[in-house]
């Protein structure tokens, strides 16, 4: 069983900065890749930044690119995701993931587990 805790989150104005952490506790070595989603009301959650363990590879959706970085603890089973120059558009309910396979990482459905969420709110 593995479990994702994630915290950083709050309120900020536009052009602002937050860090949001996230730990991995029980059987975590399972996991290979860590990745953070946003979801807004009425929205599908979707895949913002992504780090492959082994090679510490990252990706970033298009949205975030250049503003976020998505990097690992010195525990294996940290990761962070730096956000900066933060706009509105960025506000939602930020949860951490991993998985165990790889695959498509914007793909929702493969990632095995998820930590509760914590909220960004940015404001203009």
């Known amino acids: 069983h593995v479990k994702l805790v994630e915290s950083g989150g709050g309120s900020v104005h536009a052009g602002g900065s937050l860090r949001l952490s996230c730990s991995a506790s029980?059987?975590?070595?399972?996991?290979?890749?860590l990745g953070w989603f946003r979801q807004v009301p009425g929205k599908e959650r979707e895949g913002i930044a992504v780090?492959?363990?082994?090679?510490?590879?990252?990706a970033y959706d298009d949205s975030v690119e250049g503003r976020f970085t998505i990097s690992q603890g010195d525990m294996q089973n940290t990761v962070y995701l730096q956000m900066d120059s933060l706009k509105p558009e960025d506000t939602g309910m930020y949860y951490c993931?991993?998985?165990?396979?790889?695959?498509?990482?914007?793909?929702?459905?493969?990632?095995?587990?998820w930590g509760q969420g914590t909220q960004v709110s940015v404001s203009s």
């Open positions: 780090l492959y363990i082994r090679s510490r590879t990252t």
């Open positions: 029980g059987d975590s070595d399972v996991i290979r890749i």
């Open positions: 993931a991993g998985r165990t396979a790889y695959g498509v990482w914007t793909d929702v459905a493969g990632w095995n587990y």
